[in-house]
Structure formats: structure tokens, C-alpha cells
């Protein structure tokens, strides 16, 4: 194998398990990503050069594994997405309540001040409430 293919599959391999050098860390795995980590221009990798047969189907086989690797990890997103959903449906819920027996106890002091001969209604107790 040429050197500039050992430079290619080094990279590709480095891509693969997660420890790339040149391009960012989590780049989806194709021909130009790999190019770049070898050092190479983008696009230097042409599927009409027969040299590069075996390296594009080893990149597209890469490139599937990490694509089914990405899988579980939009699910447990989904799974996350929709339990923070449930949680602000169960918080509007419970400051629903709590408006509303705020208005029940407003209510209730109006009553008591007018059973009582109050004329001022008091919002906030005396004792510090």
C-alpha cells in the first residue's frame, strides 16, 4: 500500500475511534472529512481513481456504523424531550392550582372582613404571611 493511502486509512481510523487530529471531534465520517484529517484537500478523494476503491467502501462502511451509533442517542433525545414535556405540563398544572386557591383564600378574607364589620381587606396577614 502507498504511503498516501497508509496517510488516508491512519486518518480514517483515527475518525473511527474518536481521536481525530486536524478536523473537529464527533465530524460525521465521509471522503472529504477524511481527506482533511489525512492532510489532504478536500475532495481529493474521487471515486473515479481506482487507487481509492477500497477506501471509499471501507469510508461508506465507517460512515454507516457511525450513523446507526447516532441512532440511540436521537431516541434517548426524543425520550428526554418528552419527559421535560410531561414535567412543564405537571408545573402549569400545579401553579394553575395554586392560582387558584390564592383567589379561594382572596375570597375568603372578603368574606370574613365583611362577617367581621371590616371595612379594609387585609392582603397580607399581620403576622408576617
Do not use: H
Not at 477506501?55 to 450513523?67: G, H, R, T
Not at 447516532?70 to 395554586?98: C, F, I, M, V
Request: charge should be positive.
Amino acid at each position: 500500500m502507498s504511503n498516501v493511502l497508509t496517510d488516508y486509512y491512519d486518518a480514517l481510523e483515527r475518525l473511527v475511534a474518536g481521536t481525530p487530529k486536524v478536523v473537529a471531534l464527533g465530524t460525521k465520517i465521509t471522503n472529504d472529512a477524511v481527506a482533511l484529517e489525512a492532510g489532504r484537500g478536500k475532495g481529493s478523494i474521487k471515486k473515479s481513481r481506482d487507487i481509492f476503491a477500497d477506501l471509499i467502501v471501507a469510508i461508506d462502511q465507517a460512515a454507516e456504523a457511525q450513523a446507526k451509533a447516532a441512532k440511540p442517542d436521537k431516541e434517548r433525545l426524543a425520550k428526554l424531550k418528552a419527559s421535560a414535556d410531561d414535567y412543564r405540563e405537571k408545573w402549569e398544572a400545579a401553579l394553575g392550582r395554586e392560582v387558584c386557591l390564592l383567589r379561594e383564600v382572596y375570597e375568603l378574607k372578603k368574606q370574613l372582613a365583611a362577617l367581621t364589620g371590616g371595612s379594609v381587606l387585609p392582603i397580607r396577614g399581620g403576622n408576617g404571611e
